[in-house]
């Protein structure tokens, strides 16, 4: 298989992060390319130019981070990252974890092409109000639960964008008045394979 990606990207992570997890760096290429700059061959396997894009042995381009995933879990080993028994608190964390990281993504797109400015629009404030509240919440979730034993594709992806605003957007400080939700990170963190693709 082959993975597009580039190092920056918060939902190539994920994918990576589900790599490793699954036991299959062994299986999966990686094909750095930069999505903005049109890249050939990116927009060969996947019209639409974004990353991360696989493409499985039989040749089949699979796109959007939640649906790779979805796949490598379903042919790598080990536990599943979609455990049947907690199937919807995985789900509801990775959709939280999702639309953290696509708030937090827009954000740091529009502040690159518009300015900083671009914060002070109806969709930045809008934005803005997204990310605090999504934090807020998983921060009273974190509390009310104990630290998660296992890592699933819920707890993957929340941490992955909880780094990405610290990586892209630290102006935010999101932890400063989350504590609980500081702690739950580092405990999921703590993994190799989140060690291994740390942003930098
Ligand atoms: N919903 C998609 C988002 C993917 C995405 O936005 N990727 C960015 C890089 S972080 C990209 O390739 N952007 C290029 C573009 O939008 O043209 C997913 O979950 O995979």
Redesign the pocket.
């Known amino acids: 298989m082959e993975l597009f990606l580039?190092a920056t990207?918060?939902?190539?992570r994920v994918v990576r992060i589900v790599v490793l997890e699954k036991g299959l760096s062994h299986a999966v290429t990686l094909r750095c390319c930069d999505?903005?700059a049109d890249d050939a061959p990116l927009l060969a396997v996947n019209p639409v130019?974004?990353?991360?894009a696989l493409v499985t042995d039989e040749g089949v381009t699979l796109?959007?981070?939640?649906l790779i995933a979805q796949y490598l879990d379903s042919v790598g080993n080990g536990d599943s990252l979609l455990p049947p028994s907690r199937l919807s608190e995985t789900l509801h964390l990775a959709g939280l974890g999702?639309g953290l990281m696509d708030a937090a993504?827009t954000t740091v797109i529009a502040r690159k092409h518009q300015g900083k400015e671009a914060d002070d629009t109806v969709l930045g404030r809008r934005r803005r109000r997204a990310i605090e509240r999504t934090l807020d919440q998983l921060e009273r979730e974190v509390n009310d639960t104990a630290l998660p034993v296992a890592t699933a594709l819920g707890e993957i992806v929340v941490t992955v964008a909880l780094d990405y605003l610290s990586f892209r957007l630290p102006d935010l400080d999101w932890s400063r008045s989350r504590s609980q939700l500081r702690e739950w990170r580092d405990h999921v963190a703590r993994r190799e394979s989140f060690q291994r693709t740390a942003f930098m």
């Not at 990207?9 to 190539?12: K, N």
């Not at 130019?49 to 991360?52: A, L």
Request: aromatic residues 18%.
């Open positions: 580039n990207s918060p939902y190539a999505p903005w130019g974004r990353v991360p796109s959007e981070s939640s999702q993504f």
